[in-house]
């Protein structure tokens, strides 16, 4: 059974810190905002009762909950203010403290794309200005996008 | 376009699924699987009652970015159950996520 093709697509993004020392309370520091997930190394978590160690820390930023749209190019835009927010001249040393997360201390950053259209739909294009952004902040783009009805095809 | 990386096994029955009930689709799940109940769909956010595939999809996307994963790394699903391929660890349930 297909989704109603009237409710697609649904999309939303992500920017995502990774890294084996990372601080949470640092990245939320140098983004000036919450994280919608954050753990640190060490963090416990259960999984069917049994209680494990986080071996890394994860900082999520997430625009599921943000932004009520369609329209990829939304989601990425509010990605983009709080990153460019950084950028401004007054904060020029928080965009070199977060570059120097990624460059200096391996701290992996990363824009996580989630797209869902209908069947047949053209999947959507990212900016090249927003492909820049993250380039020169040192992150990569990763996408995960469906159409409805072949996105759980096995090969 | 990384669902067909995700591979499921076994054919274990399984208490009625929240999302999980998206995996219907796949010609690999025996009607077994399926739980008669679902989660109730808040109407604002679900686009409607025939969004299983979409659900997986974004259960599989939560769950790996939860975990730290990739949303291209491939996992298991077993009943459920996420298990990330390169690692093995299991890093959450469908049946838990929404």
Redesign the interface.
């Known amino acids: 059974?297909?989704?109603?093709p009237?409710?697609?697509p649904?999309t939303y993004a992500?920017i995502?810190f990774?890294g084996e020392h990372l601080d949470p309370g640092l990245v939320s520091a140098i983004m000036e905002r919450a994280p919608t997930?954050s753990y640190r190394r060490g963090d416990t978590y259960s999984?069917?009762g049994r209680e494990q160690e986080r071996r890394?820390g994860?900082w999520?930023y997430?625009t599921r909950n943000l932004v009520a749209s369609g329209s990829l190019k939304k989601h990425l835009e509010a990605l983009e203010i709080a990153i460019l927010g950084l950028r401004s001249a007054w904060s020029e040393k928080r965009w070199l403290k977060m570059k120097a997360l990624v460059e200096d201390q391996g701290v992996e950053l990363?824009i996580?794309?989630?797209w869902?259209g209908p069947a047949h739909a053209e999947?959507p294009r990212i900016s090249l200005s927003f492909q820049h952004l993250i380039d020169e902040a040192g992150g990569t783009i990763?996408?995960?996008?469906?159409r409805?009805?072949d996105?759980?095809?096995?090969? | 376009?990384?669902?067909?990386?995700d591979?499921?096994r076994s054919n274990d029955p399984k208490p009625p699924a929240k999302c999980g009930d998206?995996?219907?689709?796949?010609?690999?799940v025996t009607s077994h699987h399926l739980g008669s109940h679902r989660r109730q769909s808040d109407p604002a956010r679900e686009?409607?009652?025939?969004?299983?595939?979409?659900r997986?999809?974004?259960c599989l996307?939560t769950i790996k970015?939860?975990a730290?994963l990739?949303?291209?790394d491939e996992v298991i699903y077993d009943n459920g159950?996420v298990t990330g391929k390169l690692n093995g660890d299991?890093?959450?349930n469908l049946y838990d996520e929404h």
Request: aromatic content about 6%.
């Open positions: 059974m297909s989704t109603d009237r409710a697609l649904v992500a995502v990774k997930l999984v069917k890394f994860l999520v997430s990363r996580d794309v989630f869902y999947f990763q996408t995960d996008f469906h409805d009805e996105a759980t095809q096995v090969a | 376009m990384h669902g067909e990386r591979r499921l998206t995996i219907t689709s796949d010609p690999l686009p409607g009652i025939g969004d299983r595939s979409l997986l999809q974004r996307h970015q939860s730290g990739r949303p291209n159950d299991e890093i959450g």
